[in-house]
Each structure stands twice: as C-alpha cells, then as structure tokens.
C-alpha cells in the first residue's frame, strides 16, 4: 500500500488489530503558508534580479511557484493522488487571488482619489457657473440624473421582464416561447451604444422629441430588461412542483397559484436579480452620452430638457484634462460605487425580510 506505514508487519491472513496502525503521511497545515510566504520571497527576488519593475510580474512568478512547489512537496510526502488534489486547491486559490486583487486595488484608488472631494458641498451643488479648470462645484445635478433615468427604466423594465419570466416558466410552450427565449437570450448580448442608437433613431430622429432623461431611460430598459427576464426565470424554475401541485389540488385558479404561491416563494430572488439589474444599468454610459446630452445644472424634470448623470458626468470632467475635474470626476465615481453597493445591501435586506414571510 503506497504511502502507508505500520508500527510492525500484519500476520499474513489477520486483520488489523489494536496493536497496528494504519498511518497516511501528511503535509503539516502551516506548509501552505509557509510555502506561499517563500514563493513571494523569491518571485520578489526573481522579479528584483530580472529588472521587472511590474508588480504584476512579481505576483505571477510567486504564485506558478506556489503551484508547482505545492504539487512536488505533496507528490514526495502525501502521494500523487493527494498531491493532484492540492494542485486544484492551489490553483483555485491563485485563481481567487489573481480576481480579488486587480478589484481591491480598483476600490483602494477610487476611495483614495474621490474622497479628496467627497464632502456635503460637493454631493448638494451642481456645476452652474463653475469652470472646469477651477475647483469646487458637485454632483448634485448628476445623482438627481441618475436616481430618475435609473428608476423610470426599472418602472419599465421590471414589470414587463417579471411577467416575460412568468409566461415562459409557467405558460410558455411552443413556437411563440421558442421565439421570446430567443430574442431574449440575443437582447442579452445587445451593446449598450446600439440601444441608444436605436431610442435616438427612433425617439428623437423619427418622432422629433427632444433629449433628455427619459430618452436614455428607455435606452436602460432596454439593457435592463433581459437580465430581469433571465433572473426571475431562474428563480421561478426553483420553485418545487409541489407548491403548485398542491395549490391546484385544492381548487385554486393558476393565475392565483403564480400570485399566492409562486411569486412569494421566489419573491427574494427575483428582488435580487432586479437589483442586481438596476447596479448593471447605474453605470452604462454610452446611451446617457448619445440621449440626455449633458447639463452643467439642476434639471429635475426627466421628460423635458438635457440632463446629465453620474457616468456622463465622470465621462466629461475626465475629458476636460485638468486637475480640478480629475478629482472631481474620481468622486463622482467614488458616489457611484456607493449607489450600487447601496443597492446591493438593499436587494439582500429584501430577500432575508421576505423570505420568512415566504415560507409561512
């Protein structure tokens, strides 16, 4: 037996007893650490001794010397079997280590830089009567953007994209299902610029209204829509037959079912999804640039005039090129990571609030 020791030889024909032991050797549980402590050490060094001045570089070197180390010490000590297992370990965590840090960097720079501006004055003043190469001004006018271009797309792309989902798991059979799955599945894929091509084609240039916020929150929607679908059909297919089963049994109308039954159980998933849709659509900017045009002030209608947003808002003081609208552009920024993270922790208070509820 490879890899296993006895205290003293087994009598040909018995069965272990007390006296033997069956002992696989195993690799201490600080090997790891220790063996990644060392695989930085020297990717650094290599990295130092090569002239590679990326840290990139460094963090690829010590991390494929992880892997392998941790392959060849396992094979010596534990076997190859448990050495292939540890292969997969490590490279899920090298894996895992190569995804969080290029996002915890991005969020460390972004604190850093945007909260130089972050302040009451900067989130309650708009830029009227600000140059860009000066300091000061806010993003008032961009938020109050957002807030009504972001929720006008969910008033109109929740509803249809929740009862899309309802028709294709509960009722969708046949050519017509085969035909929305499919449009749905290519509306997936759509680039946000040519959903704001077709709303200027069609609203502006066609029918001769104006820009403004609700022009790029139809565009939203339409981005929106099929993630709303593609969600809440998944969490309506998790939903156990039986539920239905049972409620039909009883005399209950479908339609009633699906209200009653079905849609509270899923009610916490189908939130997240919508929320989770409403972060996806907060940040686009190609349709806001192509359809609310911009505005330096304080437009709180959505249905008449050029309003901006706070990606069309970081887009232009980043093009301005200049100190002051870099850090404002940094803070704008730092307000929308905040605005989807807002939006996360909302969307998780609703599942665990109505999942009890649910289950009642």
């Known amino acids: 037996m490879s890899g296993v020791t006895m205290d003293r030889p087994l009598p040909a024909g018995d069965a272990p007893g007390p ?42 070197i010590a991390g494929l010397l992880f892997v392998v180390g941790m392959y060849a010490l396992a094979a010596r000590v534990e076997g190859r079997r448990q050495a292939k297992d540890r292969l997969a370990t490590s490279l899920v965590w090298v894996c895992f280590l190569l995804a969080v840090v290029p996002l915890v ?13 972050l302040d009451g004055t900067f989130l309650s003043h708009s830029m009227a009567g600000v140059l860009t190469i000066q300091p000061g001004g806010g993003v008032y006018h961009a938020i109050i953007g957002t807030l009504e271009q972001v929720g006008i797309a969910t008033a109109i792309a929740a509803p249809i994209g929740l009862l899309t989902a309802v028709y294709l798991v509960e009722y969708g059979r046949g050519r017509l299902a085969k035909a929305v799955t499919f449009f749905v599945d290519v509306m997936t894929g759509i680039p946000s610029i040519v959903a704001g091509l077709f709303i200027l084609s069609f609203w502006i240039l066609m029918l001769d209204f104006g820009y403004s916020g609700f022009a790029g929150a139809m565009a939203l929607s339409i981005l929106m829509m099929p993630v709303v679908v593609r969600s809440t059909e998944e969490m309506l297919k998790l939903v156990p037959n039986e539920l239905r089963e049972a409620s039909l049994a009883l005399g209950v109308p479908k339609w009633r079912t699906i209200l009653k039954v079905v849609l509270p159980t899923a009610i916490g998933g189908i939130a997240t999804g ?10 686009e900017s190609a349709p806001v640039v192509l359809l609310v045009f911009g505005s330096q002030v304080i437009n709180n209608d959505p249905f008449d005039g050029a309003q901006s947003s706070l990606p069309y808002y970081i887009y232009e003081q980043w093009a301005a090129g200049n ?10 920024a730092l307000v929308l990571i905040a605005f989807v993270m807002i939006l996360n922790l909302v969307a998780r208070g609703i599942a665990r609030w109505k999942a009890p509820k649910a289950g009642r």
């Open 19 to 60: 006296g033997y032991t069956l002992r696989q050797p195993r690799l201490p549980r600080w090997t790891p650490a220790a063996l990644a402590a060392a695989a930085a050490a020297v990717g650094i060094g290599i990295g130092v001794g090569a002239g590679l001045s990326s840290h990139i570089q460094w963090g690829l």
């Open 323 to 332: 100190a002051a609208s870099y850090d404002r552009a940094w803070g704008a």
């Open 274 to 283: 919508v929320m989770l849709s409403v972060a996806r659509i907060a940040g």
């Open 105 to 117: 960097s991005l969020v460390w720079e972004t604190v850093s830089r945007g909260s130089k501006v």
